[in-house]
């Protein structure tokens, strides 16, 4: 469904969104209160103080706005095919209408009919590992097959990776920014940005007005949007100060269902995830662990096969299945892994580059550990 508006109500729709001590609930009334936004204009004193407006806010209505900073909003409309979505318009996500706070105004980017689509939030680190990376982008692949529109922040690590899984599968994503959609951060995320942007079913979306920059304060705000538009969060990997937990936080209150991904214990990258599942996290191991609890929201049917640790076993060696078998997915020290085996070094560290070569051994600081070989 698409509700297109007319200039004057898109230039209506940022005048507002601009219109200073104008707080976020205040305009959602006042959105909520008339269909067509030129006419929120031409509400009485009477009508604004029933809303609820406060008076500086009412006064600051009755001035013109600021119309050098509008026309430049509305050049950049144009320029990049920016969408306008207002609470009170049919095109608006309906899951994000029944949180506390829902957003009065989106910018869209791309594909606006992904925004009703069955969402699943994924997220996680930015500073990952090489595991969590891979079980995003299998695991992303996987929902975005079966029909899931795979929602995330666009952050590096965990959450590029959601993105990127869901566009292999050739399916739906979409980026929830905390900045405006005419800026990209981080800017080392500008290809899938784009890539992003150039598939016929995907989206980036913000409810910040144009040209605002990103910091640090926004994107805890946009979480919300992110869990608040999706039918559960999937926590992949997480640290325990990991913006990815505000997101669990943000889908428990809104009744959303939360999933975690666990990890050793011995890794701090797990540390989030593993919490959340003491909290009361659904446990995750496999896709199927998740798409159980939305079968009925899916467009179609797709069976999730195992993500399992043990295909391509067979085409190791058996030395090299020996130490993989001894091999943990905790890190661990050459010297201590030798002590363990026997092995002359120079085998040892031959076999292990072999392994790792071929996916099944992760190398960091010179500590190893097995991870779940990416097919």
Partial sequence: MHYQYTCQQQRALLRLHRTP??????LSRLLKASEDPEMIFQLSAAQLHALKIPPAAQRALRQS???RLIDQDMATIDKLEVQLIALNSACYPEL????????PLLYVRGNINVLNQPQL?????????RQGCDNALRFSHEFARAGFTITSGLALGIDAQCHRGALAAKGSTLAVLGCGVDKVYPKSNRSLF???LNTDNSAVISEFA???EP??????QRNRIISGMSLGVLVIEAALKSGSLITARYAMEQGREVFAIPGSIHNSSSNGTNTLIQQ???LVLTAADVMEEFQGWLPRTAAAPELSDDGGLAELSSVEQQLLDLLGFDAVAIDLLQHQIAWPLAQLTGVLTTLELKGWVENKAGCYQRIVKTT
Avoid: C, D, W, Y
């Fill in 121 to 129: 939030a994924m997220v996680g680190s930015r500073n990952t590992t």
């Fill in 215 to 220: 910091r640090p304060p926004l994107f805890p």
């Fill in 194 to 196: 784009n890539e992003m």
């Fill in 96 to 103: 994000l209408k029944q949180i506390s706070s829902p957003p």
């Fill in 65 to 67: 706005g600021n119309q």
């Fill in 21 to 26: 001590h104008l707080s976020t609930r205040a």
């Fill in 280 to 282: 009361g996290a659904k």
């Fill in 210 to 212: 144009l040209g605002t």
